[in-house]
C-alpha cells in the first residue's frame, strides 16, 4: 500500500488530510461520525488567552457555492481547552494541532506557552488571518513586517511545530510567507477565507451583522489554488493547501501544485465524515497511478514547454 | 450516526405558502422526538452548498416509515425543493437537538404556534395525546384561513383548537398572542395553575409569547429558527444569545447554538428580543 505519510517540520502525519480550524469544533464532536484515529490531524477551533463570545448573529449567509461566516472566533479560551477537551482528545491516536489567535503579539505568545506546557498538542497554527475581528488577526497577516515579528516572537515561546495560516488578502501573500519562514516557521497554511459581503435586496441590508464575512467553500477553490501554487515555489518549509476542498480529487490538485498536506473545511459541514472519503480518495488515486509514496506527488505540476512558464 | 440516503415519495403543495415532502428510506427504528429535526442535503452537488434544517415528523406509509416535512418557498433551496418530483434521491443527516421537554400529562398545554411554526407543534400535540396529556390548546395564528395548517388534524376530542388569521378568514381577527392574551386574563386570575406553554414562530410573535408567559408565570418553551451551515454544533453559525442563570451581573450573557443547545428553549434563558 502506498505511503500517505507527510512530514510538517519534525511532525510526521500518517496521511496529508487535517481537518480544517473553525469547521472541526474540538474534534470530539465529530466522534460520532467518524474515526478521528484515522485523519491525518484536527486542528481545532482558533483558542485565545480568554473566552470570546463571538459576533451577534447573524453570522453566517450561504453564496453560490460558497459560505459566508463572521464568527468572531467564539472559543472557551485556553485554559477550558486544556482542562475540558484535550483529555478527551488525547485518547486518540490523532495529531491535535491548536490554532490560536490573539489582540497583541504577547498575547499569541503566551498562548503557545501556555500549549507547550501540556500533553498531547502536536503543533500550533498561528492564525494571523481571521478576517472577523477587530483587533489581532488579519491586522498581522497583511503586513509581512508584522507577521514576522509575530512569527519570530511565537517561535520563541514554543519548541511545538509552527505553521503560520495565511490570509489571502493580503497585498503580497508570498512575500509575507517568505518573511514568516525567516522567522522561524515550520509550515505556512493557506489560505484562510476571502474578505466578502452579500446583501438583501429586499431591506437594502448586509445579511451579515458585522457586514463582511470570510467567504469559504468550493467557489474559493480555483483562487486557494493558484495562491497555493505560487506561495509553495517561492517558501521551502512545507505548505499545507486548503480553501474548497471538498473531494480526494481537490486535495490532490492543491498537492500537486505543492502542498504537503490539505486541510478540509467547510466540506465537514455538509458531509461529516468526508475527511475519511477524500484520505481514501487519495489512496484510491495513489494506487491506480502506482506511486508508492504521496511525497511524489506533491509539487508534480507539469507545465508544457517552459516549466517556468506562466502566463 | 451517517447521513442518511432517502428518496422523495411525494412532494405536494398542501396551502398557499406550504409544501409536504415525504422521504422514504428511514429505518425502522429511526424516530424524531418533537422538536428536534433533521439537516436536508438538496441534491449531491454543491449548489446549493449546506443542508437545510427542517422538524421532521415520522409517518407511517404503504411503503413503511418514513420522514414527513413542511417547507415554505423562502428562498433558493427551498425554491429547488418544491420542484422536486417522486424519486429524487436525498441524503438526511439526524435527528438532531433538544426537542420538547414535556412535563407530566396532568398539566394543562398551551401550544401557541404562527405561521409555519404550527410544523413541530404538531408533532408534539401528537405525542402530548399518544401519552394521555388531554388538556391541550391549541393557538394556531395564519395570514388567512387557507393558511391555517393541520386544522381538522388538531380539531380532536382533547384538543382546544383557537385559530387567528390576519385577515379574519376564521376565528379571532388579529394577532395569535392577543388571542392567548384575552384567553389567560378570563381563564387564569391566579398564577401559576399547573399550565405549561409551548410556542414557535416568528421570533416578533414568540417574544409575545414569552412575555405573556412570563406576566402569567407560566413555564415556556420556545422552538427557534435559524441558519445554520452544520447542524452538529461546529460551525457555530446558529448563534443564539442566552443567559447564565448561575452567574449574575452584566457577564452572564453567552452566545449558545440553536443546533446543539436548542432549538427548543425555555424562554427564560433567551436574552429577548432574539
Redesign the interface.
Known sequence: MADLTTKIGKLTLKNPVLAAS????YGL??S??LDLNELGGIVV?GLSLHPR??????????T????L?S?GL?NIGVEAFITEKLPDLRRYDVAVIANIFGNTIEEYAQVARRLSAVEGIAGIEVNISCPNIKAGGIMFGRDPGQAEMLTARVRKATLLPLLVKLTPDAPDISEVARRVQDAGADAISLVNTFVGMAIDVETATPFLSTITGGLS??AIKPLALRLVWEVARKVTIPVVGMGGI?SARDALEFIIAGAHAVQVG?A??????ICIDIINGIRDYLHAKDIQNLNHVVGSLRIKGNEAASD | ???TPVTVLSNKRIAPHCFRMVLSGISEEFDVEPGRFIML?VGDR??????RPFAAYVTETVRGKALEIFYAVVG??TGIMSGMTPDTRLEV?GPLGNGFTIPDPSRRFLIVAGGMGIVPLRGLTHRLIDTNCHNIHVFAGAKTKSHLLFEEELKTREISFHPATDDGSTGYHGFVTDRLDRFLAKDLPKKGNGTVCFACGPSAMLEAVAGIADRYGIPCQVSLE?????G??????????LRNHRTPGPDN???GRVCVEGPVFESKDLVWPI
Open positions: 473553525g469547521t472541526f469544533g464532536e465529530y460520532h461520525y477551533k463570545n463571538g459576533n451577534p448573529p447573524p453570522r453566517i449567509m450561504e453560490t457555492g460558497g459560505m461566516n464568527i467564539q467553500g468550493p471538498a467547510t465537514n459541514f455538509i458531509n461529516p465524515s | 450516526m451517517k447521513s442535503r454543491y449548489d446549493p452548498l449546506l443542508r433558493y433551496g443527516l435559524s441558519r445554520m451551515a452544520c452538529i454544533g461546529v460551525c457555530l453559525g446558529c448563534a443564539v444569545k450573557e453567552y452566545y
